[in-house]
């Protein structure tokens, strides 16, 4: 008489186990990247000194002329934003877009007392390739 083996789990079912299982962590950990990379550009977009560059793009009369308003960030916003307590320096390049055309803000800030203030803050015209200084 022969004996039945019976196979364990493991042995009839590893070869379905194992790409999924190993697809599934491939997956999880691009979830994870992607909501890191998104949280951080939309704490960027939010960041009170995005919002104040805005603003004054929003309030300059050649600026509006030539995009349109209102004027909204558009895109990822790049460059790096630093505080410590009530201090920090902001260094941004801001795409935004207005219903007649697209610029970029590029701005430098400082923060002391917890108050933003922009020392440099150029927009880009991307149709003509002008340079409009905002703090003028």
């Known amino acids: ?3 039945v083996v019976q196979e364990s789990w493991w042995q009839r079912n590893w070869k379905w186990f194992v790409p999924v299982g190993c697809l599934g962590l491939v997956m999880l950990s691009l979830a994870g990247i992607a909501m890191l990379f998104f949280l951080v550009m939309g704490g960027m977009r939010n ?3 995005t919002q104040l560059a805005i603003s004054i793009a929003n309030n300059h009369a050649e600026l509006v002329e030539a995009i349109g308003e209102p004027i909204e960030p ?3 916003i790049s460059g790096s934003i630093q505080t410590s307590g009530p201090s920090g320096e902001a ?3 801001i795409p935004i877009v207005g219903p007649r055309g697209q610029a ?3 701005g430098e800030a400082t923060r002391r007392q917890r108050e933003w203030t922009y020392q440099v803050l150029v927009a880009e015209l991307e149709d003509d390739g002008r340079r409009l200084d905002l703090l003028r």
Do not use: I, K, N, P
Request: aromatic share 14%.
């Open 104 to 106: 970029t803000l590029y």
């Open 91 to 93: 260094d941004l390049a």
């Open 74 to 76: 558009r895109g990822f």
């Open 47 to 49: 960041a009170e000194v």
């Open 1 to 3: 008489m022969s004996e």
